[in-house]
């Protein structure tokens, strides 16, 4: 009695509450597993509602302040200034081009790539490297794990999407100034697959991918 006194003072109520209650009578160690949430359609319409409301004004500010500046002196080219470097306007690339295409760049070539959903359209992800795309996507990376589960979710709710790649590879060789330049293109447009942008998106893709 005692000991029971004891335990039941130590043992927080959130850690009880993992022990299932008809599990206890065989089993007192089996631990129920959380249930895997996910977004319905509405939920998932909605969060990308947010994110594509916001980059259409950061592109409309971007589009209105070249205008004001167009006769000013350039100081460095547009692709390396995040204000004037449009993603929607690079060309295109199959997303999943890596696993049974020619690598569309040379090995070695330093670009900073974009994931982009075009039937939105919205700007998923900004990265940088300097090795071929193709390199730095067969091996780990979160974000093709996220964008699986971007399009699974899609396909499950019968939404169009139109997930594709682009690249800049008109960008500084030095590494210091291509990370610049990529923090601020993810600052810009608060691209929610970004661990930056987080705070302002959540992470609703990172459960799926993690499970």
């Given at each position: 009695?005692i000991?029971?006194t004891?335990?039941s003072t130590?043992m ?5 509450n993992?022990?299932?209650v008809?599990d206890?009578?065989?089993n ?5 597993r959380r249930?895997?949430l996910?977004m319905?359609s509405?939920?998932?319409m909605a ?5 594509a ?9 971007s589009?209105?302040?070249q205008?004001?500046?167009?006769f000013?002196l350039d100081?460095?080219?547009a ?9 929607f306007?690079?060309?295109r690339?199959?997303?999943d081009?890596y696993?049974?295409?020619p690598d569309?760049?040379s ?5 900073i790539?974009?994931v982009?959903?075009h039937?939105?359209?919205?700007l998923l992800y900004?990265?940088e ?13 979160d974000?093709?794990?996220y964008i699986?589960?971007y399009v ?8 169009d ?6 690249f800049?590879v008109?960008?500084?060789s030095d590494r210091t100034?291509?990370?610049a330049?990529?923090r601020d293109l993810?600052l810009r ?6 661990k930056?942008?987080?705070r302002y998106w959540?992470q ?8």
């Amino acid at each position: 009695m005692i000991f029971a006194t004891i335990f039941s003072t130590f043992m927080p109520d959130e850690q009880l509450n993992l022990f299932s209650v008809a599990d206890t009578v065989t089993n007192p160690y089996k631990v129920q597993r959380r249930p895997t949430l996910e977004m319905s359609s509405s939920a998932l319409m909605a969060w990308k509602s947010r994110i594509a409301n916001f980059q259409a004004q950061a592109r409309q500010n971007s589009a209105a302040g070249q205008t004001s500046l167009l006769f000013e002196l350039d100081t460095k080219p547009a692709h390396w200034d995040a204000e004037k470097l449009d993603p929607f306007e690079l060309p295109r690339k199959p997303w999943d081009f890596y696993r049974d295409r020619p690598d569309p760049l040379s090995e070695g070539q330093a670009n900073i790539y974009f994931v982009l959903d075009h039937s939105v359209p919205l700007l998923l992800y900004v990265g940088e490297t300097k090795l071929s795309i193709k390199q730095r996507w067969k091996g780990v990376h979160d974000c093709k794990d996220y964008i699986d589960a971007y399009v699974s979710l899609h396909r499950k709710y019968g939404m169009d999407f139109a997930v594709n790649m682009a690249f800049n590879v008109s960008v500084p060789s030095d590494r210091t100034q291509r990370l610049a330049l990529e923090r601020d293109l993810i600052l810009r447009w608060r691209s929610p697959f970004n661990k930056e942008c987080w705070r302002y998106w959540g992470q609703p893709f990172r459960s799926y991918a993690k499970s």
